[in-house]
T-cell receptor, first 113, second 114 residues
Framework: AQSVAQPEDQVNVAEGNPLTVKCTYSVSGNPYLFWYVQYPNRGLQFLLKYITGDNLVKGSYGFEAEFNKSQTSFHLKKPSALVSDSALYFCAVRDAGYSTLTFGKGTMLLVSP | DGGITQSPKYLFRKEGQNVTLSCEQNLNHDAMYWYRQDPGQGLRLIYYSQIVNDFQKGDIAEGYSVSREKKESFPLTVTSAQKNPTAFYLC?????????????FGDGTRLSIL
């Protein structure tokens, strides 16, 4: 089975401060890991993915994520938050033996001016 | 521009009525997916299709049906058997899930009960 957990329903950060949105996963094989962002009444937009290789993955809009196999985590990070980063963020995982993605429940990021 | 088009953006269903949500993609992707999004529950997979004329049930297929007669189209029917259909429905596609390609999403259809 594959599963993913986003332990925080909401993360609050001041503009200009670094942000972290947490994600942990469980798979039986090698994971494919993804981060998506959703703005109100819109579909999900792909931010970045980890398939193999370097544990630090860089993506769109200055976001990056670090794959940590021992802690089964894939936290999303950004060095300096913008108010426009305020949105709903989803982590997703696919076990190498599965055909579909499993999404976390989402974390609302609120960046205050 | 290539992408996924979902229509309508808003849809209202009467009791006992079936409604069909449209999903069209011009990305030439093989795999297509339907998800249901409820507040605080993330995305749950309803149905998916990896090739024309073939589709599989996801985690919450009861009360829904799909067809995949053309590569670019994957309509979802919400039947009267679905007792709680109010939700935001998202369609997605991907070129090759086996190679870890990300899914591309449409902008959703919001379904409500009259």
């Amino acid at each position: 089975a594959q599963s993913v957990a986003q332990p925080e329903d909401q993360v609050n950060v001041a503009e200009g401060n670094p942000l972290t949105v947490k994600c942990t996963y469980s798979v039986s094989g090698n994971p494919y890991l993804f981060w998506y962002v959703q703005y109100p009444n819109r579909g999900l937009q792909f931010l970045l993915k980890y398939i193999t290789g370097d544990n630090l993955v860089k993506g769109s809009y200055g976001f990056e994520a670090e794959f940590n196999k021992s802690q089964t985590s894939f936290h999303l990070k950004k060095p300096s938050a913008l108010v426009s980063d305020s949105a709903l963020y989803f982590c997703a995982v696919r076990d190498a033996g599965y055909s579909t993605l499993t999404f976390g429940k989402g974390t609302m990021l609120l960046v205050s001016p | 521009d290539g992408g996924i088009t979902q229509s309508p953006k808003y849809l209202f269903r009467k009791e006992g009525q079936n409604v069909t949500l449209s999903c069209e993609q011009n990305l030439n992707h093989d795999a297509m997916y339907w998800y249901r999004q409820d507040p605080g529950q993330g995305l749950r997979l309803i149905y998916y299709s990896q090739i024309v004329n073939d589709f599989q049930k996801g985690d919450i297929a009861e009360g829904y049906s799909v067809s995949r007669e053309k590569k670019e189209s994957f309509p979802l029917t919400v039947t009267s058997a679905q007792k709680n259909p109010t939700a935001f429905y998202l369609c997605a596609s991907t070129e090759s899930p086996d190679r870890g390609q990300p899914q591309h999403f449409g902008d959703g259809t919001r379904l409500s009960i009259l």
